[in-house]
């Protein structure tokens, strides 16, 4: 029975001294400190108050040591080295600052965003990428494709209403299908690479596995690089060839008014361009196309006279990803539409001629512009009498 008691005791002391030795680790110390209050008539003033803060914030030194101070009392323990590289304290590097201008700092500076503990602008990046570009970016461009497949579902291709008659018309010169394709093969490297680099590990790595998911990423990071340049140059080529034909014009706005007539059934006339591709060519080729090629070339660091440092490309990266999103949402309809949305569009751009079928219903103001002689039938000149395709019109 005694030797019952003496253990319990033993027990109860040891529990106590094992909770003593936890509080000591979490325990805080209320402390008189100075703070700038901002009384109720906006004056700044300052006064005492009562602040709770850990203990080892007490320990005489402690915020200040150097790493030699500190791996005497804590062998292995380096905090203050990087203490000081979060607070922007820069070491030596004999990488040129021309071309790595933060290569003596480890990482960036902490900084306090409002609502958010104490993180590095790197670290805010990271969730800014993971929380919110991926997820809704990828959800964005999910709707898209499952809106244009229930559409196709529902109201397949828009045919020709009429009998095609045989009689071609001239609706995209060699030069302009030539930039027109340059653009588009560049644009699906771009965007299947980039699709794969941002969304991969959620549908490609749990098949194919790590080892290979890895070179397959490395591999389109290149491509994505090489062709990123081919775009933006071939981007510009089309912009100013479709320029001229993409300006509003009135009837454009009847167009849009009735939807381009894709619900209701009848497709209002237009001139070379319908207001639809209108809105392609200002929202994606110009605008889109102007946030995403100058981001990228910001991120292939092909700006000269820039300072490339991380908070840079963080900037860069994020205005990129979020405007290829769109532009990639955008140009999925301009995509379906060239192909299996609408019978004989992908020929017109495939071949450069058009049935007079096709012009009179999906183009009729251009139709009778070329009717009447307004703007030429064939801008190719054969090479030969009997090269090229036959014009009748
Ligand atoms: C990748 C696949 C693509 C396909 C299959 C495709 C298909 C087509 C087709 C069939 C046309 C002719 C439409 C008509 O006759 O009115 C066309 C026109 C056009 N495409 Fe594409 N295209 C693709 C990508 C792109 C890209 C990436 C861009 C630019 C970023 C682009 C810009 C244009 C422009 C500017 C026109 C002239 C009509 C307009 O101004 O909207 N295309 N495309």
New binding site residues.
């Given amino acids: 029975m005694k030797k019952a008691f003496y253990s319990a005791v033993l027990l109860s002391l040891l529990a106590t001294g094992v909770l003593a030795q936890s509080k000591a680790v979490d325990a805080t110390t209320v402390v008189p400190v100075k703070a700038t209050v901002v009384a109720s008539d906006g004056a700044i003033k300052s006064q005492n108050i009562m602040e709770v803060r850990p203990d080892a914030d007490l320990t005489p030194g402690y915020a200040t040591q150097t790493n030699a101070e500190r791996s005497k009392v804590q062998p292995g323990n380096n905090a203050p080295i990087w203490r000081q590289v979060g607070a922007g304290v820069n070491g030596t590097s004999t990488l040129p600052v021309s071309e790595a201008p933060e290569a003596g700092n480890l990482i960036q500076p902490f900084v306090q965003y409002p609502g958010s503990r104490l993180t590095t602008a790197g670290e805010a990046w990271r969730q800014v990428r993971n929380n919110w570009i991926i997820p809704y970016g990828g959800a964005l461009l999910l709707l898209v494709v499952v809106a244009i497949g229930l559409f196709f579902k529902a109201k397949g291709s828009i045919p020709l209403h009429g009998a095609e008659t045989g009689k071609k018309i001239e ?2 010169t060699y030069f302009e299908r030539a930039a ?1 394709w340059t ?3 560049a ?2 490297i771009l965007a299947v690479s980039g699709i794969i680099m941002a969304f991969g590990k959620f549908f490609l790595h749990p098949i194919i596995g790590a080892t290979l998911f890895g070179w397959l990423t490395y591999a389109l990071k290149n491509a994505h690089n090489f062709a990123g340049p081919v775009f933006a140059v071939s ?1 510009i080529v ?1 912009f100013a060839t ?1 320029l001229k ?2 300006l509003p014009k009135k009837e454009d706005l009847n167009w849009l008014l009735k939807g381009g007539g894709l619900f209701a059934g009848h497709e209002p006339t237009s001139h070379r ?2 207001a639809g ?2 809105v ?2 200002w929202g ?2 110009f605008f889109l ?1 102007l946030i995403v090629v100058s981001s990228g070339l910001v991120l292939d660091k092909l700006v000269p006279g820039l300072i490339y440092e991380r908070s840079t490309m963080q900037v860069a990266h994020m205005i990129h990803a979020v405007a290829t999103v769109l532009m990639m949402a955008m ?1 999925l309809g ?2 379906y ?3 299996i949305g609408m019978d004989g ?2 020929k ?2 495939k071949t450069g001629y ?1 049935d007079e079928t096709w012009a009179k219903e ?2 009729g103001l251009w139709y009778d512009d070329i009717k009447n002689g307004k703007i030429p039938a064939q801008r190719t000149v054969p090479q030969s009498p009997t090269a090229g395709h036959p014009v009748q019109v």
């Fill in positions: 609706r995209f027109h653009n588009a093969i644009f699906v981007l089309v479709f034909d993409n361009f319908n591709e209108k392609v060519f994606g080729v196309g140009f301009h995509i539409l060239g192909t569009a992908y017109g751009m058009v999906h183009h």
